[in-house]
């Protein structure tokens, strides 16, 4: 298709999960616009290809994104729909993250065939995740069960756990919900027990910084509180010069026009998890963010992310 002025071009990856974020998008699209055509651009991207390595080990911020990036930039796709946990914080120079969409369940899930609840698994139980947050939190509660390294998309992570790799995976929440599978969820966890990634649960649609015409089509899916919960957990991670792959948590909640934001910063092997919170002023929402990684970082944790940074 030929770009016309009443079309959008989304570019997204191929996982089920991404598919599903791009049709979503679209349909609001469409909904909002009727007369507007909507067409998806799938591509893959460093990251899909490289499976068989630990993320942590593979660096490099935009794994998942440069790739969608390179397309908007050679006006191959007019947006881009991430999982705002997974954008790096910073975009190349012509693009930016414009909309930020209603926030779906941010909770992690804990997911077997045989447990209800983390505190049922026995000593030496194996639990899957790829993440260096929910390694830590899970090490300091539970030192005597045995974390292993999962990766792929949803769906082969939920195949390794019914081949019987696992006793338990922890995932997000939001991606089973969304693809129709919140039935394996044996429990969702308390944020108190495992503090999500920043941006968990939400959706973000990232454009042409001078792309005016696409911009005002994007404006009826922001959604503000979303927004501002969200930009403060991205300050955080950017204060503390974190990317995706790090033991950091953050967590923004409304109350009222008060945001109560917590952040944590932790030792991969549990030993140590730095903690923070604090309340104020929703419309300060990036300061606070950068306010409570001050507070993170006056408690040591510039020197276990400098640990962190060294073993990767
Ligand atoms: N890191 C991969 C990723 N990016 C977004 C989600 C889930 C959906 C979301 O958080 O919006 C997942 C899977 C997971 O962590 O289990």
Known sequence: MTETKNSVRIATRKSALALWQAEFVKAQLEH????????????????????DTPLAKIGGKGLFVKELEQAMLEGRADIAVHSMKDVPVDFPAGLELHTICEREDPRDAFVSNQYKHINELPAGAVVGTSSLRRQCQIREARPDLVIKDLRGNVNTRLAKLDAGEFDAIILAAAGLIRLEMAERIACFVAVEDSLPANGQGAVGIECRSDDARIQALLAPLEHAPT?????????????????CQVPIGAYAELQGEQLYL??????VDGSKILRA??????????????QLAEALLSQGADSILAEVYRDA
Do not use: W, Y
């Open 32 to 51: 909002f616009h009727p007369d507007l055509t909507v067409e998806l651009v799938p591509m893959s991207t460093k990251g899909d290809k490289i499976l």
């Open 277 to 290: 919170e604090l309340t104020g002023d929703v419309a300060d929402a990036q300061a606070l963010g950068t």
């Open 227 to 243: 927004r501002a919960r969200v930009l403060a957990e991205r300050a955080m991670n950017r204060r503390l010069e974190g990317g």
């Open 262 to 267: 917590r952040g944590l910063v932790g030792a």
